[in-house]
């Protein structure tokens, strides 16, 4: 098993692009993992909300994935699924074809409120793949919050739960920090929503983060990232310029909070040419006149600062 190195560093989710029928285009997806790894991203994340994970066909997330390691991007699959034996099969194919880690979302829909069942279904995802680094996916969206004695039970079980992913707000993060990752260089915490990075990796101690913003402005986001590490270590300036540059994105982090967040993030890599992220997976998806108009004057307020901005940080 590698030593999940992926996850210490920045690693977009990525889309998926399609056709005007939904169907997924993996070329481009391709393109696009490849474009962030240029750009100094340690890894992709596949089928994760970003994703849209319940609106692919198990076929079509397993073709995607092979098709990101066949390229030889180092991806994180996401195993989402209705039926536990179905996310345990998307973990199994995970590690056959080569992936470089697994993000385990939990169970959904069914029996999603129960310990029990939750224990179960981490376990069956997890046994399946256990050559694969893993860090558990938590967020209130998928309806459950993963606590730390579930966490520690299925640690000392499965050598392959290296971390967590907290999509969760500034509470959340420093309960993840505070009871389950510190004190163990062993157990990564990464930062998984773009308006935390500051709060995760200067006040939480986090070693990586997963990013929506990072798949339009990848430059950015990484001098975020780097700029938070220094201030984590003391820097002063750079706790300054990492405040700076947070802020200027707090707009467009925010979409990735919010449940139109795939709709934004196409739209904002359309604005800058790629023509492949017009369509949607589901047809009828896309944002109103009034959204597309501010995402945009947003975007161009931030390139014209960015700009500005940032020669001026890079010593």
Not at 120 to 147: C, M, Q, R
Request: aromatic share 10%.
């Amino acid at each position: 098993m590698s030593d999940g190195s992926v996850f210490r560093g920045c690693i977009p989710a990525l889309m998926t692009p399609c056709d005007e029928q939904g169907k997924p285009n993996f070329g481009a997806l391709v393109d696009h993992g490849k474009r962030m790894i240029d750009a100094g991203m340690s890894g992709v994340v596949y089928c994760g909300s970003m994703g849209e994970w319940p609106l692919l066909s198990d076929a079509q997330r397993q073709d995607g994935v092979k098709a990101l390691v066949d390229a030889g991007v180092p991806v994180v699959v996401g195993t989402g699924a209705i039926s536990p034996a179905v996310a345990a099969d998307h973990a199994r194919h995970a590690q056959r074809v080569g992936a470089a880690g697994l993000m385990v979302i939990p169970r959904v829909l069914s029996r999603g409120t129960s310990v029990a069942a939750q224990r179960n279904h981490f376990a069956a995802v997890l046994a399946a793949a256990p050559d694969l680094p893993s860090v558990i996916y938590n967020s209130p969206y998928y309806g459950y919050e993963t606590k730390a004695d579930l966490f520690f039970e299925l640690r000392d079980r499965f050598a392959n739960l290296v971390g967590f992913k907290e999509f969760g707000g500034a509470d959340s993060l420093s309960y993840a920090a505070e009871q389950i990752t510190s004190g163990d260089d062993g157990l990564l915490l990464m930062a998984g929503v773009d308006t935390q990075v500051f709060h995760g990796f200067v006040r939480c101690g986090a070693d990586g983060a997963i990013t929506g913003i990072g798949n339009c402005l990848p430059d950015a986001v990484l001098r975020l990232v780097d700029l938070c590490r220094k201030a984590a270590a003391g820097d002063v300036l750079a706790r300054r310029y990492a405040k700076e540059l947070d802020d200027a994105l707090a707009v467009l982090s925010r979409y990735d909070e919010g449940p139109d967040l795939v709709m934004y993030y196409k739209y904002l890599l359309y604005l800058q040419g790629f023509r492949e992220y017009r369509n949607h997976l589901e047809p009828t998806d896309g944002l109103s006149p009034r959204q597309a108009a501010f995402a945009e004057s947003q975007l161009q307020l931030f390139q014209a600062w960015w700009d500005q901005w940032g020669p001026q940080c890079e010593a």
